[in-house]
């Protein structure tokens, strides 16, 4: 073990707002580490920091993934209500691409049509 001539710092950074698990929004420590700061050992307070690293590590992975899961289901959503669009939209009659124009009389029958 390596000594330690110097104090281990807080890792407050002012930010004093607990999150929904208790962990404090700015430092990632407990009410009970935050209020216990100066008199926990050196090798405490390092122990502390190597929490609140891994708290933070595992927030951020878990809003990741929360962005990820709503962001593929806002593309399923997009694709639902586009083919939902697709399926429902009437052709323009302004736009010639959209109308379905039969062309050189296929299919049009005149028989029994008088002028």
Do not use: H
Request: hydrophobic share 30%.
């Amino acid at each position: 073990m390596q000594l330690e001539f110097f104090d281990v710092p807080s890792p407050c950074i002012g930010i004093c707002q607990a999150d929904k698990k208790g962990y404090c929004l700015g430092c990632s420590r407990t009410r009970e580490e935050r209020q216990t700061w100066k008199d926990f050992s050196i090798d405490q307070k390092q122990k502390v920091i190597k929490l609140c690293i891994q708290r933070k590590k595992r927030k951020v992975k878990r809003i990741e993934q929360e962005q990820a899961l709503i962001q593929s289901q806002d593309i399923t959503s997009e694709q639902n209500v586009e083919s939902d669009v697709k399926q429902n939209i009437q052709p323009s009659l302004l736009i010639p691409e959209s109308i379905d124009v039969k062309t050189q009389n296929d299919d049009i029958d005149f028989e029994g049509f008088e002028l």
